[in-house]
């Protein structure tokens, strides 16, 4: 089992920047890939980035480039940086942990992921 907890969310405008941390606690947290999805109103979930157990990253099209995730596996935190965000950035943004999948692989689907946060609410004005 792990617990995980995201903060940083808020309220940007346009072109500014935030940080999501989202902070596990129980098993070992090297242990798992970890995920970051977000949700839109009306809209399905969608990964947004992960990060797998041997730190290579993936990013779904729309955010390379402007987002960055990273993981410190001694503070049990995977961390999202979000540059120059846009209005259509706003969502509810979660994060995920993968224990199940290979050992270098990074899911993009929300089924491969066993534990998720309660979620953080970004949201950027125009």
């Known amino acids: 089992q792990v617990q995980l907890v995201e903060s940083g969310g808020g309220l940007v405008q346009a072109g500014g920047s935030l940080r999501l941390s989202c902070e596990g606690s129980?098993?070992?947290?090297?242990?798992?890939?970890m995920g970051w999805f977000r949700q839109a109103p009306g809209k399905e979930r969608e990964f947004v980035a992960g990060?797998?157990?041997?730190?290579?990253?993936y990013y779904v099209e729309s955010v390379k480039g402007r987002f960055t995730i990273s993981r410190d596996n001694a503070k049990n935190t995977v961390y999202l940086q979000m540059n120059s965000l846009k209005p259509e950035d706003t969502a509810v943004y979660y994060c995920?942990?993968?224990?199940?999948?290979?050992?270098?692989?990074?899911?993009?689907?929300?089924?491969?992921?066993?534990?998720w946060g309660q979620g953080t609410q970004v949201t950027v004005s125009s």
């Open positions: 995920a942990a993968d224990y199940s999948s290979a050992y270098t692989a990074i899911a993009t689907s929300g089924s491969e992921y066993e534990y």
């Open positions: 129980g098993r070992t947290f090297s242990t798992y890939a």
């Open positions: 990060v797998s157990r041997i730190r290579s990253t």
